[in-house]
């Protein structure tokens, strides 16, 4: 057996060089990107998931300003700092160390990706590494195609897009939005899942080592809780997930050995006991206090219909199926990735707010076991069926990168911002303090924190408290119709300090605040406009 997963240095120059090889191909939109900048316009830095991407820039600059403890920057209302995305906020401060003549958010979104990068690569390394646990010496080409497979490999999204059916069953293919289930999303835009997903490999790859009988078990327990409580401090949920895998693992351990793993139950209740903390920790925040609460309530992201699942993972689930049971029996340690793979669908479906993104992880054995059953396929005859079904996992990607690539050549608006909007954040910028709320139409929202350490009051779907309200207030208030009166008690209640004004909100109604005795104007430059809202002092 090939543990501790030692490999040749040919094979890690073989991984560093393909692994880099892919990262620099997720790299080409974003270069595409910034290459159509222009005086009137300028590239946000981000291409997928826009509203998320920028909130992690608005978390960046909470660590650029010497911050430690986060705070929600898209919603009025006051709550207290919590533990929450350190990593970003440690990329904050990464970012504030930069030369002062670049601006912040330059210096943020430069940082960001090169986090990107280089926490893709070690993401890839590690990936390998635990692939090399679960095989044997002689089986290079095993786990070279099952690295392949897990770097490279997506679902049949692309096919659903073909067919016209983008929003197939209510929702989108899961290969096109959900980095949790797939490697190249991760790799594209998402460096602190590359980091927790790296965090669990390595604490499984502990945890293993509990399971093989060595020496020094009680050591690779306490190591591993320490990964699960660092991977918790990155992604809290990850660390129930480890648990609910080790949990299955101690019981197929039960079953294949045939007599009661005290040793291994003993460590893994250790390593739970070591991480426990942060989960706990993040229960109490959500629970007990009213804003992160609300935003819990509101932060839905469920699975969709079972059949999105077999789009998703149809074509390596038919692959692995010819060699689950080679894999439960062969020795070493292979028979933990289809145990691994069977508790993810019980996962998915619990009655928790955050089902689909439970599925973390699960790519990695679930390839290796799809590449074992190709290697199977292939050597029983069937080698030109199994390569047009591994080619079908390729197509998503190319589309992602294809489409993105075209679509930026056009600098669609929120990817691309324009220039005279980014000097109006950047003068407000200068003039906020850390807790006035600015309130602007949801667009310009979801930007504004990523230039301004202030609040916007309305700008994230699951940050904003009471999303769907303040999305109606702020429709009212910049429709023509309403009543001043309730315009002013609105800026009160909420605390408003300033109010944006561009195309966006314009685009909302047809009031003009420079008709408004309650506000004072104190910026205005090409069509965008700033106004403060005095104290009733004043």
Not at 39 to 66: H, N, P, Q
Not at 263 to 270: F, G, H, Y
Not at 386 to 407: D, E, H, K, Y
């Amino acid at each position: 057996m090939n543990w501790p997963g030692k490999v040749s240095p040919q094979e890690w120059r073989w991984v560093f060089l393909a692994g880099a090889a892919v990262l620099l191909l997720t790299c080409i939109p974003y270069l595409v990107a910034w290459a159509q900048e222009d005086e009137g316009r300028v590239f946000g830095g981000f291409i997928l998931l826009l509203d998320d991407c920028y909130s992690y820039l608005a978390k960046m600059r909470l660590g650029a300003a010497g911050r430690w403890l986060f705070r929600i920057a898209y919603t009025p209302e006051p709550h207290p700092g919590t533990l929450f995305f350190p990593f970003h906020i440690l990329l904050g401060k990464l970012a504030a160390l930069l030369p002062e003549s670049i601006n912040l958010t330059t210096r943020m979104v430069w940082v960001y990706h090169g986090a990107r990068v280089i926490c893709g690569i070690i993401l890839l390394l590690t990936v390998y590494h635990f692939l090399a646990a679960l095989t044997g010496p002689e089986e290079r080409t095993l786990r070279r195609l099952a690295w392949l497979m897990i770097a490279w490999g997506g679902g049949l999204g692309w096919l659903l897009v073909a067919l016209g059916l983008p929003e197939w069953l209510g929702s989108i293919p899961l290969d096109f939005i959900l980095p949790e289930g797939f490697t190249f999303l991760v790799l594209y835009a998402f460096p602190h899942i590359a980091v927790a997903r790296s965090l669990l490999l390595w604490s499984f790859l502990c945890l293993f080592k509990v399971f093989e009988g060595r020496e020094g078990w009680l050591r690779e327990a306490l190591l591993t809780g320490a990964l699960w409580l660092l991977m918790g401090l990155v992604v809290p949920f990850y660390v129930p997930v480890a648990w609910a895998v080790t949990g299955a693992l101690l019981a197929a351990f039960w079953l294949r050995r045939r007599h009661f793993p005290r040793r291994q139950l003993i460590a893994a209740a250790v390593a739970a006991l070591l991480s426990a903390p942060i989960v706990g920790y993040s229960l109490w925040v959500f629970s007990t206090q009213p804003v992160y609460r609300a935003w819990s309530e509101q932060n839905l992201i469920l699975s969709p219909h079972p059949l999105h699942y077999l789009a998703a993972y149809g074509v390596p689930l038919v692959l692995a199926g010819c060699a689950v049971g080679d894999a439960w029996r062969r020795r070493g340690l292979t028979w933990t990735a289809p145990v691994w793979v069977g508790v993810v669908p019980l996962l998915v479906y619990l009655p928790f707010n955050l089902q689909r993104r439970l599925v973390e992880g699960v790519q990695i054995p679930l390839m290796l076991l799809a590449a074992m059953g190709t290697v199977k396929l292939a050597s029983g005859g069937l080698r030109h069926v199994v390569v047009m079904l591994v080619a079908t996992m390729v197509f998503t990607n190319i589309f992602i990168l294809a489409g993105s690539s075209m679509m930026v050549l056009s600098r669609p608006p929120l990817t691309f911002r324009e220039s005279a909007e980014i000097a109006a954040l950047d003068w407000l910028a200068g003039q906020a303090q850390a807790d006035d709320v600015i309130l602007s139409a949801y667009n310009t929202g979801n930007y504004l924190p990523a230039r301004v350490l202030a609040r916007a009051f309305l700008g994230h779907g699951f940050e904003t408290v009471e999303f769907s309200r303040k999305e109606m207030m702020v429709a009212r208030f910049f429709a023509g119709q309403a009543e001043d009166s309730w315009r002013k008690e609105l800026l009160s209640e909420y605390g408003v300090d300033y109010v944006f004004w561009g195309p966006e909100e314009r685009r909302l109604g047809e009031f003009d605040p420079h008709t408004a005795p309650y506000l004072r104007l104190v910026y205005e430059a090409s069509g965008y406009a700033i106004f403060a809202v005095p104290d009733e002092s004043e």
